[in-house]
């Protein structure tokens, strides 16, 4: 489509699993959780104990675990969260990949759970932040009409810098879409979630270009990937 990808600026860096990869290297976490895993291909990237959800899961690359505690929950994350499952067995993940729903509000309730029930300090990513034309970003995918999608939740990110200066947010340059890196959740900020109503009045139907796309590529610098998996593979 004519002018779709004008002012995009579109990640162009080594592609998000082998950001993923080196994040667990230099992370070392002890307890990694995902949110959307379906065929376990991101979450086979880590070797530590992990928990993974995920309405559908279709498992083809992690099958076997030795030695680690792994747990599924085939379910939406809203229903995880809701079960208290974090709280009850006090475990506390280090490293969450946020990678689910492809509608803002999901990912946003996914951040404020998933940063709620995180270990203070932990990383959070999110992904498919950084959409290189309009089409992608509508909130419903036609197949025919974009092969890639990412829906509204470049929304999350617009957000998050606006509402959250407290938090390290690096935006790395992983294609396809970009992976944002959260260095410092912190556990006991209740800002988004005492504004959540409030954020979606406002971000509620806003498509990116009447936000701007200039604005919202204007409001961030690309984090190098290459540096960072230079750095890491130094480790
Ligand atoms: C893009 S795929 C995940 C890909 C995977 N992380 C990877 O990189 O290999 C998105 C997944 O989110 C799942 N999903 C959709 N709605 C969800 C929800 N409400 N809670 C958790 N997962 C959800 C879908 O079933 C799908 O498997």
Redesign the pocket.
Known sequence: MLGEGADFVRASGPD??RL?KAMHKQLKPSLYL??????????ALTDCDFIA??????LK?LTVFPGRQAYFFQ??????FASDFLAKTELRPDFS?L????HYE?LLR?MINGEATSAPGGAIAL??CCPFNAVMTERKWVRRRTREWTGDVWEVLAILLDKRPDLSIKVYDAVPTGLVVIENADPNNTVLKDQYDAILAQYDCVEIKDYGVTKFFDSFEYADTSAYLTETQAL
Do not use: A, C, K, Q
């Open positions: 998000y699993f993923l995902e949110v959307g895993s379906r065929t376990g291909n991101s979450l959800i995920d309405p559908v899961f279709n690359h379910m939406p994350s809203d229903d995880f990949f990678d689910s729903m492809h999901f996914d992904h498919d």
